[in-house]
C-alpha cells in the first residue's frame, strides 16, 4: 500500500516537472538581444558640397519593464550619462554608436546612405536620438562651385522616437539630413547650418 502512494506521489511530482518546465520554456521573446542599426543620409538639393563633422552619435536606451507606477519612463535623460555601446546591453541610458571625430559630405549621401554604428541592445525601446556637430571642426559649403564660410548656432540635435527593440530581430532608423532645408543665407550673405533632420519610415 505504501510502495502505491509512493509511486502516486512520484508520478505527479514528475508530471508537475514537466508541465513547470515546459511552461518556462515557451516564450523565449524576452530572451537575447535585438540589434540597432542607424544610418544616415541626405536629400537632394542645389548644394554641392556640405561636409559636417559629428562628434557623437547616441541613442537612449530604455529596457522593457523601466516604468513607474503611472505609466512614466523611471529613467533621468541627463547629458551627463552617455555611456559606451559596448557597457552592458539591458542598462538604460545613453549608448554611443559613434564617437568622432567624423566628417560627413552630405550631398555624397543621396543615394548612398551610410553606417554611423550598430548596438546590441535588449528588448525594450529607444526613446531619442543624439548627434552632437563637432564645435572644433568647421562645416564646409560649396555653391555654384564658390566655397563659403558656415556657421552652427547649435551643434546638438536630437529627435523623439518610440523604436523597439525585439530579441533576434534588426531595428534600423534612417536618418535623413535635409541639406537644402539645413542652410540659410542671412542679409549679409553668410551661411548658417541648422541641422534638419528627420527620420524615415
Not at 508520478?11 to 542599426?37: E, N, P, Q
Not at 516604468?67 to 555611456?83: F, H, R, S
Not at 555601446?85 to 551610410?114: E, H, Q, R, Y
Request: with cysteine.
Amino acid at each position: 500500500m505504501k510502495k502505491s502512494k509512493l509511486c502516486f506521489l512520484s508520478m505527479v511530482v514528475c508530471i508537475a516537472l514537466t508541465v513547470f518546465v515546459a511552461g518556462c520554456g515557451g516564450d523565449s521573446s524576452a530572451d537575447g538581444t535585438g540589434t540597432l542599426k542607424v544610418t544616415l543620409q541626405d536629400a537632394p538639393g542645389d548644394i554641392e558640397i556640405l561636409e559636417v563633422t559629428i562628434d557623437e552619435v547616441a541613442v537612449h536606451f530604455v529596457p522593457n519593464g523601466a516604468v513607474e507606477e503611472d505609466g512614466d519612463v523611471d529613467i533621468d535623460i541627463d547629458e551627463e550619462e552617455t555611456e559606451d555601446g559596448s557597457d552592458d546591453s539591458g542598462n538604460a541610458g545613453w549608448k554611443v554608436l559613434l564617437t568622432g571625430p567624423k566628417m560627413f559630405d552630405l550631398i555624397t549621401l543621396k543615394d548612398n546612405p551610410t553606417e554611423l554604428g550598430i548596438l546590441e541592445l535588449a528588448p525594450g525601446k529607444v526613446t531619442q536620438i543624439r548627434l552632437i556637430l563637432s564645435e572644433t571642426t568647421p562645416a564646409k559649403l560649396v555653391v555654384d562651385s564658390e566655397e563659403h564660410d558656415l556657421t552652427v548656432p547649435s551643434g546638438t540635435v536630437k529627435l523623439t522616437g518610440n523604436f523597439k527593440i525585439v530579441a533576434d530581430q534588426e531595428t534600423q532608423i534612417k536618418l535623413d539630413f535635409d541639406a537644402e532645408k539645413s542652410v540659410s543665407q542671412t542679409g549679409n550673405g553668410e551661411y548658417k547650418l541648422q541641422p534638419t533632420i528627420k527620420v524615415l519610415d
